[in-house]
Nanobody, 130 residues
Framework: VQLQASGGGLVQPGGSLRLSCDAS???????IGWFRQAPGKKREGVSCISFEGGSYFYADSVKGRFTISRDRVKSKVYLQMNSLKPEDTALYYC?????????????????????????WGKGTQVTVSS
């Protein structure tokens, strides 16, 4: 079971990026969470979405600027990031719990508990700088 995050890059403050998480190796419906880790800081939860896409969560630090969505046909989860700030600079990861349960994912993301996530993709670097 693999996840693959992509779409990171260098952007100026106020700019936008869209991250993608490829979850095509999952055979059952899985909720997906996004985490990020800045240098010298702990990994923190950013957002998560249920398999059906009807339930989602955002950390206060990104609420109103980031939008999570998923394309079930393509088995992809997206994180649209607008109005980016230098403090958004981090390595971004998508992840899933062992069972893919949304409430478990929500608890891990909202509580900044990355150890509760079992499956991780390689991170994609987001750098916000002028």
């Amino acid at each position: 079971v693999q996840l693959q995050a992509s779409g990171g890059g260098l952007v100026q403050p106020g700019g936008s990026l869209r991250l993608s998480c490829d979850a095509s190796s999952f055979t059952d419906g899985y909720a997906i969470g996004w985490f990020r880790q800045a240098p010298g800081k702990k990994r923190e939860g950013v957002s998560c979405i249920s398999f059906e896409g009807g339930s989602y969560f955002y950390a206060d630090s990104v609420k109103g600027r980031f939008t999570i969505s998923r394309d079930r046909v393509k088995s992809k989860v997206y994180l649209q990031m607008n109005s980016l700030k230098p403090e958004d600079t981090a390595l971004y990861y998508c992840a899933a719990t062992e069972d893919g349960d949304y409430l478990e994912t929500l608890t891990a993301v909202a509580g900044d508990q990355p150890d509760d996530m079992k499956y991780w993709g390689k991170g994609t670097q987001v750098t916000v700088s002028s």
